[in-house]
């Protein structure tokens, strides 16, 4: 991402942008992504719910709240 701290809105932001510049979203059902190997490492799923990244990432992220 280019920096070495950033809130969850930002990162789920950066996220979305990334997705979007892939081209992973699931064509046959655009609410999916299918993950590329860098998601994959960060996720750990082939593919998952878009809206899931904040759970997905929140191994990730210091300060997440469960």
Known sequence: ???EAAPR???TKFLWEY????GLQDPSN???VLADETLRKLTGEERFKAFSFSKLIKDHVLGYAD
Request: a positive charge; glycine letters at 8%.
């Open 30 to 32: 655009k609410q999916f």
């Open 19 to 22: 997705v979007k510049a892939k």
């Open 1 to 3: 991402m280019g920096t």
């Open 9 to 11: 809105p930002q990162i």
